[in-house]
C-alpha cells in the first residue's frame, strides 16, 4: 500500500511538471498576473520601465502612492486629480489585459488622494462609525466616486479589524476600525462596500485573520498576536464572506501561534487555505499585505518568502517599492524558477490566475 501511494505521489508530480508550458514567456505573464507592483513616476509613456513590465508581464496590478515612504515630501505617483486621471489612463492604455489600479483609500489618516492635492476628504473609520446610516453612505458615495473619476478601480478597504486592544498603534490608535462590536463593524463595511460595488470599484477586506489586537506594527517588524487574539475577530470575516459580495482578502503578516505555530499569517497553508477558504468557505482573491514589510523581509528571504506565501495560497503578492526596491525581472524569475524546480505547484498558479480573471469578469473592470 506505501508503494502504491509512494508510487501515485510520484506520477501527480510529474504529470504536474509535464504541464507546465514549455514557452517560458507564457508562464512568465501567468506569474506577471498575480503580481501588484508600485512603481516611481507621476506620468508613464511607452519608455517607462512600469510600461515594460505592464507588456512584458500582464502585470495583475499596479498600487499608487502619493509620496515617497522616505521623503514625505517627493511626490510619487499623486499630486492632483487631473494628473492622477492622465496616469491611470495611460496604465490602462498600456496594459494589454484589464489592470487592477489600487491605492489605500480608508479616509482620515490613511489616504492617498488627500485635500492638499485637490480631493475631497474622508473621515476615518472610527468618525463614520459615530454616524448613522444615511450619512456614512453619503460619505462612502463621495468617495467611490472620486476614486472611479480619477480612474482607480481597487481600494484596498474597508478594515474589518476589531478594535480590541486600546494600546493598538496601527489600526486603533490611526482610528482605522469601526469599533470592538463585530456587528457594527459588519454594517460599515458593508455600506463601504456596496458605495465602491456601484462604480464598479473592487473592495478588499483587511487584514485577515485580525489585527486589531496586536501591540506592534508589521510595517516595522514581527508581530505576535497569540496572546491577545481571539475568535471573535474571524467574525467579520464570516459575516461579509455570506453575502457573496467579498471580491478579495488581504492577509496580514502577523503571527499566531493559535492557528499556525511556524509561520505568520501571509506565509501559512493553515491560515489561508485551511481557515479562511476550506473553514468558512471563502472563494475570492487573496491578495499579501505587501510583502517587503519588516515582518516578513528581516525573517524571510524573497525566496521564502513567495513561495511560502503562494503555496500558502495567496494569489496576488504586493510589492509596493515603498519600504524597499524590489526589481521584477529578477522577482518573476525568482517564482519560475521555483516553478520548474518544483517548489511552487503549476496548478497553484493556474489556480490564482482563474481567481484574478473572475475579479474582471464579474466586474466591469478595463
Not at 495583475?60 to 486621471?85: A, C, H, W
Not at 489612463?89 to 498600456?94: D, H, I, M, R, V
Not at 524597499?324 to 503549476?346: C, F, H, P, R
Request: with cysteine; aromatic share 8%; hydrophobic share 35%.
Amino acid at each position: 500500500m506505501k508503494r502504491f501511494f509512494a508510487l501515485l505521489i510520484s506520477t501527480i508530480i510529474t504529470l504536474s511538471a509535464a504541464n507546465i508550458p514549455k514557452d517560458e514567456q507564457t508562464l512568465k505573464k501567468m506569474i506577471g498576473r498575480m503580481l501588484i507592483v508600485g512603481f516611481e513616476d507621476e506620468s508613464i509613456d511607452k519608455n517607462s520601465k512600469i510600461t515594460s513590465h505592464l507588456q512584458n508581464y500582464e502585470l495583475g496590478g499596479v498600487i499608487l502612492f502619493d509620496r515617497f515612504y522616505n521623503d514625505r515630501n517627493k511626490t510619487k505617483n499623486i499630486s492632483s486629480p487631473e494628473q492622477l486621471k492622465a496616469l491611470t489612463s495611460s496604465l490602462k492604455s498600456f496594459s494589454k489585459k484589464p489592470l487592477l489600479i489600487s491605492v489605500d483609500q480608508e479616509g482620515g489618516k490613511v489616504a492617498r488622494l488627500k485635500p492638499a492635492y485637490g480631493f475631497g476628504a474622508t473621515p476615518s473609520a472610527k468618525v463614520v462609525s459615530e454616524m448613522d446610516a444615511y450619512m456614512s453612505t453619503h460619505v462612502y458615495n463621495n468617495l467611490a466616486r472620486t476614486l472611479n473619476k480619477a480612474g482607480i478601480n481597487c481600494d484596498f478597504a474597508p478594515v474589518v479589524d476589531l478594535a480590541i486592544n486600546p494600546n493598538n498603534s496601527v489600526i486603533v490608535g490611526l482610528k482605522r476600525s469601526y469599533g470592538s462590536d463585530s456587528k457594527e463593524v459588519v454594517k460599515y463595511s458593508k455600506i463601504f462596500m456596496s458605495s465602491l460595488k456601484e462604480q464598479n470599484i473592487i473592495s478588499v477586506l483587511k487584514h485577515f485573520p485580525g489585527h486589531g489586537s496586536s501591540l506592534a506594527d508589521s510595517h516595522q517588524g514581527f508581530v505576535d498576536i497569540s496572546k491577545t487574539w481571539s475568535e471573535t475577530e474571524l467574525e467579520p470575516y464570516k459575516e461579509l464572506i455570506k453575502t457573496g459580495d467579498v471580491s478579495m482578502i488581504m492577509s496580514a503578516h502577523v503571527f499566531n501561534s493559535q492557528l499556525d505555530k511556524e509561520y505568520p499569517a501571509t506565509l501559512s497553508y493553515k491560515v489561508s487555505t485551511k481557515l479562511l477558504r476550506e473553514k468558512l468557505g471563502y472563494r475570492g482573491v487573496i491578495v499579501s499585505d505587501d510583502m517587503q514589510m519588516k515582518a516578513i523581509s528581516e525573517h524571510y528571504s524573497l525566496k521564502q518568502s513567495v513561495t511560502l506565501a503562494i503555496n500558502a495560497g495567496v494569489d496576488m503578492l504586493i510589492f509596493g517599492n515603498q519600504l524597499a526596491t524590489q526589481d521584477i525581472d529578477e522577482l518573476v524569475n525568482l517564482i519560475l524558477e521555483q516553478i520548474k524546480n518544483g517548489s511552487i505547484s503549476y496548478e497553484r498558479i493556474l489556480e490564482s490566475n482563474k481567481r484574478v480573471e473572475s475579479l474582471f469578469g464579474s466586474r466591469q473592470i478595463k
